[in-house]
């Protein structure tokens, strides 16, 4: 999380959201906000392989790879370092709460580098030219985060997180959970190591409750207080897995589809083109005065995205009408990476070669290195009625 924002690629992040342009950099491809069903695809793929995974295998999640864990455990470790420090209570809390401004500090700068590049920040700070809504931003997320470690830490989990209370919908008699062995409760020590040791403050040996993240800790605190009296341990993993005779419904629904979103993206990704454009008849002066020889002209916008990280040249052509001539200031013209250009186009047409007053062209735009890199829009081309004296205009 820390080092992905300083890799680049193409001279890019690789994965980054640049606000202003409203882009996402993603490992060597730029995803434009025009294509924000990306998104969707993205993290409904997240959503069903993380219910997947609660159906399999619990809240392993939430104890091994969630990012509130992973901070929380942190800050007991930097309360640990600080007791080492100072066995006096005020320059133990000194020290403790100084190193968790400097993590938040950190951990809220990561979350900045996602949407502007930390070397621009680096030398943004260097020449004091920090922007208010980064310096602000970063402000925010520091005292945010730095209230979570002090504060809250485990308390998110069992009650403001919404994945523990979804996780019950889920669950079912094979998920693997951790749990208290009831039928050998009497060989119990009685030493309360597993809930002395629990982060989340829970009992165990009451049964599976909301608050347990499945982090085991609880496991090898029964293993070692067992272990010295040369037995089991009570806590352990149960459930997981299923024989054939007895499919689970949820799993086979949940894997299902998440290998037909699986196969969407893949084919999303597969078609997806490097190129976009638009063409756009000027609706305030459509078309010029028609000549003696029977030809008007129309004006179009013509919007040409490359959306790859490297320049690229393009070609324009036109069809639809016969002998229809195309003015464009340059063809084939060259565009930077990562950018998008507006420019004229002119199309003269001849009245004899038109069958009625409104003829459609296709516009035809491609990658002159690269063919089958190429995309076709539509547009209109107008000529204009007569009047009553029977000359066109």
Excluded at 24 to 38: R, T
Excluded at 105 to 115: E, H, K, Q
Aim: glycine content about 6%.
């Amino acid at each position: 999380m820390l080092g992905l924002p300083f890799v680049r690629v193409h001279g890019e992040s690789a994965l980054r959201f640049d606000v202003p342009s409203l882009k996402l950099y993603f490992f060597g491809s730029v995803i434009w906000i025009s294509e924000a069903y990306f998104f969707l695809l993205v993290f409904l793929l997240f959503f069903i392989g993380v219910m997947l995974f609660t159906v399999l295998y619990g809240r392993i999640w939430c104890g091994w790879i969630c990012p509130q864990t992973i901070l929380s455990d942190f800050s007991t470790r930097i309360e640990k370092l600080a007791a080492w420090f100072s066995r006096h209570r005020f320059p133990r809390l000194v020290v403790s709460q100084a190193l968790l401004v400097i993590v938040s500090g950190l951990v809220a700068a990561s979350l900045i580098w996602y949407f502007v590049s930390p070397y621009e920040i680096a030398s943004a700070i260097v020449e004091g030219t920090l922007g208010p809504w980064t310096l602000w931003s970063w402000v925010f997320f520091v005292v945010m985060i730095y209230g979570n470690l002090a504060l809250v830490r485990r308390k998110f989990c069992g009650a403001v997180c919404p994945y523990a209370r979804f996780q019950s919908a889920f669950f079912d008699e094979k998920t693997l959970t951790i749990a208290f062995d009831q039928p050998r409760a009497d060989e119990c020590l009685g030493c309360e190591a597993c809930v002395r040791i629990c982060p989340a403050g829970i009992d165990i040996r009451k049964g599976l409750q909301v608050e347990c993240v499945n982090c085991a800790e609880c496991i090898d605190s029964c293993s070692t207080m067992m272990g010295a009296v040369q037995k089991k341990p009570l806590v352990s993993y149960v459930g997981g897995g299923a024989t054939p005779k007895t499919p689970r419904p949820r799993v086979i629904g949940l894997a299902a589809a998440l290998a037909l979103m699986s196969m969407l993206f893949a084919y999303q990704v597969y078609v997806r083109v490097p190129l976009n454009f638009w063409v756009l008849r000027e609706d305030p002066q459509p078309f010029a005065s028609v000549t003696r020889q029977g030809s008007t002209i129309n004006a179009y916008s013509l919007i040409v995205e490359n959306r790859s990280l490297k320049p690229e040249i393009y070609r324009l052509s036109v069809a639809g009408i016969k002998d229809a001539e195309m003015r464009v200031p340059q063809n084939p013209f060259i565009l930077p990476p990562n950018t998008s250009v507006r420019m004229k186009v002119y199309i003269m047409a001849y009245r004899k070669n038109l069958a009625t007053r409104i003829t459609q062209l296709r516009f035809t735009l491609e990658n002159v290195a690269s063919r089958e890199i190429r995309m076709e829009q539509e547009a209109s081309f107008v000529y204009p009625e007569r009047t009553d004296k029977g000359w066109e205009i």
